[in-house]
């Protein structure tokens, strides 16, 4: 049973479309995050939702439309796709504690080309 | 100052050395700290988290020292599957972001 997923794991596209990438956690966690790690390999937090709230929204151009229909799902949509969106982008959930955010559980991870 | 630094890399070390990965922090409210680990094209997971008081797992010990904002991870007995990229990582609080540093590569050779 996997815990995180993602789909599609793979994404080629051209430049100028818009994509969505869908993830599901079936952990019962209350918190889902997406990060962009680029080709330099630095992960980067965009959104973090806590049940099915935006808790935190980095400096990330609003092209990029996260959506949380419910707790198990955090889906990130992107409008008009630049070549500089290229990465691989991370799903990830924890179950936030009162002291902790809790150990993040990750994605597989779905690697966006943009040509 | 980046917010989480850690030493650039890459370690290339022999099968059963020791190695140890620094980390520095910025914000001295940060709360929660941990090592990740991850593999090449894989995801990160995560391999410890770290206690004020240091902790140890099998070979693996991590130490804080809140004064100097620095966090260690100290790794005895290197086998040839500890070859992976080792990701500090720091939390102010729960809800706060968390903060990935860059990652130290580490190759254990045989």
């Known amino acids: 049973d996997t815990a995180v997923s993602q789909t599609p794991k793979y994404l080629v596209t051209q430049m100028g479309n818009d994509k969505s990438i869908k993830c599901e956690q079936n952990?019962?966690?209350?918190?889902m995050y997406w990060y962009k790690q680029d080709s330099k390999k630095f992960l980067k937090i965009m959104f973090s939702?806590?049940?099915?709230?935006?808790?935190i929204n980095e400096t990330v151009p609003n092209r990029f439309s996260p959506k949380s229909p419910d707790k198990a799902h955090l889906n990130l949509h992107i409008n008009s796709l630049e070549l500089g969106d290229s990465a691989v982008y991370f799903c990830?959930?924890?179950?936030?504690?009162?002291?902790?955010?809790?150990?993040?559980?990750f994605g597989p991870g779905t690697r966006l080309l943009v040509l | 100052r980046k917010e989480v630094e850690q030493d650039p890399g890459p370690f290339n070390v022999p099968e059963g050395a020791t190695v140890a990965f620094n980390c520095t922090y910025s914000n001295s409210a940060s709360q929660s700290f941990f090592w990740y680990r991850q593999d090449c094209r894989k995801e990160p997971k995560l391999l410890m988290s770290?206690?004020?008081s240091g902790n140890e797992d099998g070979r693996f010990t991590a130490q804080l020292n809140r004064a100097s904002q620095y966090i260690s991870l100290l790794i005895r007995d290197s086998k040839l599957s500890d070859s992976a990229t080792y990701l500090c990582?720091?939390?102010?609080?729960?809800?706060?972001?968390?903060?990935f540093g860059p990652g130290t590569s580490l190759s254990v050779i045989p």
């Open positions: 990830a959930s924890s179950q936030t504690g009162t002291l902790s955010p809790g150990t993040q559980y």
């Open positions: 990582v720091v939390n102010v609080s729960p809800y706060d972001k968390v903060i």
């Open positions: 770290v206690y004020s």
């Open positions: 952990l019962g966690h209350d918190t």
């Open positions: 939702y806590n049940n099915k709230e935006l808790i």
